[in-house]
């Protein structure tokens, strides 16, 4: 099966800030991924699927890029409701394996 | 608007059986996959179960595969999980989530989750 690698586990920066997140298959999966947030104590929403198409009513400071087996979600502008956790997710065939998620906190 | 209410959570001992539900509203159920994610506490998301809008392909974690049966009932826009042989490690939210497709594909909206504890 391919396995989905995040990094980093966890990032602290400030209001602003451009942050990155990678996500890394171990094997090819064209443009099958997608990115979620989870905020704290919430249930987990959609931001990008088709590694680069935002869902709809998502804010334009998160973009998403990649294919193959490398995949970077990006925060323009971080600001303070950006607090969450990401996940990537791949669905290019089962089973549709979440990465480990990244822990976005504010500096 | 696209609800999707999760029920069935409950506390079972080891070796124990349950079966989930969810409800779903505001969309043509048939024609999309449904998901079933899990988190178990403090971990990250796991992916266990899809199957397609006409419930004619499933497809299982391998950490499930054997143990839970994913069903749908078009006629009532319901998604099921039962879950056998449950253990310890089984213990998590279980969220049910729609697909963006009919079959494999992103989960654009999610239920609130159901708890399932498995302690003796």
């Known amino acids: 099966d391919i396995q989905m690698t995040q990094s980093p586990s966890s990032l602290s920066a400030s209001v602003g800030d451009r942050v990155t997140i990678t996500c890394r298959a171990s094997?090819?999966?064209?443009?099958?991924l997608a990115w979620y947030q989870q905020k704290p104590g919430k249930v987990p929403k959609l931001l990008i699927y088709?590694?680069?198409t935002l869902q709809s009513g998502v804010p334009s400071r998160f973009s998403g890029s990649g294919s193959g087996t490398d995949f970077t979600l990006t925060i323009s502008s971080l600001q303070p409701e950006d607090v969450a956790t990401y996940y990537c997710?791949?669905?290019?065939?089962?089973?549709?394996?979440f990465g480990g998620g990244t822990k976005v906190e504010i500096k | 608007e696209v609800q999707l209410l999760e029920s069935g959570g409950d506390l079972i001992q080891p070796g124990g059986s349950l079966r989930l539900s969810c409800a779903a509203s505001g969309f043509t159920f048939s024609t999309y996959g449904m998901n079933w994610v899990r988190q178990a506490p403090g971990k990250g998301l796991e992916w266990v179960s899809i199957?397609?809008?006409?419930?004619?392909?499933?497809y299982y974690a391998d950490s499930v595969k054997g143990r839970f049966t994913i069903s749908r009932d078009n006629s009532k826009n319901t998604l099921s999980l039962q879950m056998n042989s449950l253990r310890a490690e089984d213990t998590a939210i279980y969220y049910c989530?729609?697909?963006?497709?009919?079959?494999?594909?992103?989960?654009?909206?999610w239920g609130q989750g159901t708890l399932v504890t498995v302690s003796s």
């Open positions: 997710q791949k669905y290019n065939s089962a089973p549709l394996t």
């Open positions: 094997q090819g999966i064209s443009n099958y």
């Open positions: 088709g590694a680069s």
């Open positions: 199957i397609s809008g006409g419930g004619g392909t499933t």
């Open positions: 989530a729609k697909a963006r497709g009919y079959s494999s594909s992103s989960a654009d909206y």
